[in-house]
């Protein structure tokens, strides 16, 4: 006799604190009661009051050991015991069923994937009906599709319903889990059967664990040539903001080198349309990489598709798309009657489309940005807006005073618009000095206060005391780098820098050149859900085991993910000289163990209903309560313990 499920140990554990709590209750429940007997007189002499006896027994032994049987019986039929010996009791096996991405690739008429399932169910089929099976999908998650399963045709099915994922094969997590699964269980261990191509990716073997003692390797040959896409990259020119730089990695992962041809094609999404844009014929060495470079130009938006010809057997790492957005444009609105000011400082930024009118065709309606050179409109602008030297009255900011041939102090190095701002000393001739609002930023200052204020909230709005080009600032770098500076803080989404990357689902690191702390960084999903991340020493690391698109914000900085390449593989794993190998041939073992757990259910069930009609509150609610003879006379009502 045997328990499947519970040791000894567990189930004394388990019984004694049912037992405990069922005392304990039990107890309680029928410690004392409350009689009430009749009586003539109205109090009791004080001088001995009356005391009742406590009981030296229980009361309705059978009651509690009902209980007890009962439950100890449920107990027993959980732990699922069995008449016989365990020598003879199944044992718990994994089947380790490697679905990565590779599994995809044609050998002749068949896929690897189909070779892996028949394979994996030979092995089933092979064990003992009364071993318990757990299939585990491995690729770059080891993911179990059931637990220990008796009924081999659901681990059958499973298997039949396995398909090829879209990441590489992380062996060493599978094993890993695999054993420890089966340490877990408690049952007999069996053997833990890994099926599939053993290719996988980049991996330490000094760091990893040892493989387990029961492995058994059951290898999919996969004699396949392929040679796909690696990475793609694309960024815009510095110098050319409708030029886009793209960059191409191609690898192959066969044993003999391969001439193949990159070609890029550009237009809406679909086949129609779409118009070439460039092509290339490299040669791939076997077993290595190769880049190629490419131009092309359009400030519109649309996808780009990469093809890698001639295609192989395994086609899916042959294309992939990027989405490309369009340029934006900040649309700025400048009232000016001196427009030759500002003109170079404008068209020195290539993402401004600058419009210069006169002040007297002042429109309120204007959209973008407005600049107000020394002119107060008789209807503020609803869109964002920049107030060169606006009069004291009228002005969006208040204005204390104004100052004269005032040194100018300094910049606020916490503000956007300060970001890399140096000035030797110069002196302004004349300049309003603002009354900011405790939320207003204070740009830059001289000694009486701030001469260019900015105001957050919708619209935006910065104020300049003074003009700069009119000032002693018109010979300071800084100017052109100020204006700058408020054009990003008033429209940053127009200056992010854009980088797109094409590449393969599963674990991303991106090096980035510059300190920006985590609050500042998000990463999310094509359906604008978060992803969890890392950083360390400016490297970001974050995980997507589906393919799809991932954005990147990291300060000013905006990076694109299209992870539709799947993950292929760094290595081939070789199993150790002492696995087994092959299907197995198990000796035929006949079951003398018979389980009594379903009748050991019944009987505690029952146990515990005769209980309840026995001994249950009903029963004792219409008991007719036993007289109490009392040999004193008594006035108020008596609490005897029984």
């Known amino acids: 006799m045997y328990s499947l499920n519970l040791s000894l140990l567990q189930f004394l554990a388990v019984f004694g604190s049912l037992s405990a ?10 410690s004392r009661r409350r009689q009430i007997v009749s009586t003539l007189r109205f109090w009791v002499a004080a001088e001995q009051p009356a005391v009742a006896a406590r009981r030296k027994h229980i009361q309705q ?43 995809a690739a044609r050998t002749g008429k068949t896929t690897l994937m189909d070779l892996a399932r028949e394979r994996a169910r030979r092995y089933l089929h092979a064990l003992p009906a009364h071993d318990r099976v757990m299939l585990v999908r491995a690729d770059a998650l080891a993911t179990p599709v059931t637990a220990f399963e008796p009924d081999h045709r659901k681990i059958d099915a499973a298997i039949q319903n396995s398909q090829p994922g879209a990441t590489a094969l992380n062996l060493d997590q599978a094993l890993t889990f695999a054993r420890h699964v089966q340490a877990q269980d408690g049952g007999r261990s069996g053997e833990i059967a890994f099926i599939g191509s053993g290719r996988t990716i980049e991996r330490d073997p000094e760091n990893a664990a040892a493989p387990p003692r029961n492995l058994r390797v059951l290898l999919v040959s996969d004699p396949v040539e392929n040679a796909g896409l690696r990475k793609i990259g694309m960024r815009r020119s510095a110098t050319e903001p409708d030029l886009w730089e793209i960059y191409v990695s191609a690898h192959n992962y066969g044993t003999q080198s391969r001439k193949v041809t990159l070609a890029l094609d550009f237009g809406p999404p679909g086949n129609n349309g779409r118009i070439p844009a460039g092509a290339q014929h490299i040669t791939l060495p076997p077993g290595a990489d190769k880049e190629a470079s490419f131009e092309y130009r359009t400030r519109t938006a649309g996808s780009l598709r990469v093809t890698l010809t001639p295609h192989d057997a395994f086609p899916a790492d ?4 990027l989405e490309l957005p369009s340029q934006p444009m900040l649309a700025v609105t400048v009232y000016s009657d001196q427009p030759e000011l500002l003109r170079p400082v404008l068209s020195a930024t290539p993402r401004v489309a600058a419009v210069y009118r006169k002040p007297g065709e002042y429109r309120a309606t204007d959209q973008g940005l407005v600049i107000l050179d020394r002119f107060i409109p008789p209807v503020r602008p609803a869109a964002d807006s920049i107030w060169i030297d606006p009069p004291t009255n009228g002005s969006p900011i208040p204005v204390r005073i104004t100052v004269e041939q005032e040194a100018f102090q300094g910049w606020d190095a916490g503000h956007p618009a300060s970001a890399g701002l140096r000035t030797k000393d110069f002196k302004l001739e004349k300049a309003s000095v603002f009354e900011p609002a405790p939320t207003d930023g204070r740009i830059g200052e001289v000694e009486q206060g701030p001469v260019i204020v900015s105001r957050p909230g919708k619209p935006k709005i910065v104020v300049l005391g003074f003009h700069p080009v009119l000032s002693g600032m018109r010979y300071e770098l800084a100017t052109p780098l100020l204006f700058a500076n408020l054009l990003r803080w008033v429209s940053p989404e127009i200056f992010l820098h854009w980088e797109i990357s094409g590449g393969s689902v599963g674990t991303v690191k991106l090096v980035m050149d510059q300190d920006v702390a985590e ?24 995980f997507s085991g589906t393919p799809g698109s991932v954005r990147v914000l990291a300060g000013d900085r905006e990076y694109l993910y299209s992870l539709t390449l799947p993950q292929l593989w760094d290595g081939k794993w070789e199993p150790p000289a002492d696995a087994q190998k092959g299907i197995p041939h198990f000796a035929t073992v006949f079951d003398s163990s018979t389980d009594i757990w379903p009748w ?38 008596l609490e005897v313990r029984r």
């Open 61 to 103: 032994p059978w009651s509690l050991i009902l209980q007890l049987v009962s439950m100890a019986l449920l107990l027993l039929a959980i732990a699922q015991l069995r008449l016989g010996t365990p020598a003879r009791a199944g044992r718990q096996h994994v089947i380790l069923l490697e679905t990565s991405a590779w599994m």
């Open 519 to 542: 609050k500042d960084v998000k990463v999310t999903n094509g359906d604008g859900a978060p992803l969890p991340f890392t950083i360390h020493d400016h490297a970001l690391n974050f």
């Open 318 to 321: 042959d294309h992939a798309e």
């Open 21 to 30: 709590i069922a005392i304990a209750l039990y107890l309680l429940d029928r």
């Open 600 to 637: 050991l259910a019944i009987a505690g069930a029952a146990g515990l209903l005769v209980e309840w009609i026995l001994f249950g509150r009903f029963r004792r609610a219409h008991a007719v309560p036993r007289p109490v003879l009392l040999r004193r006379k008594a006035t108020i009502p």
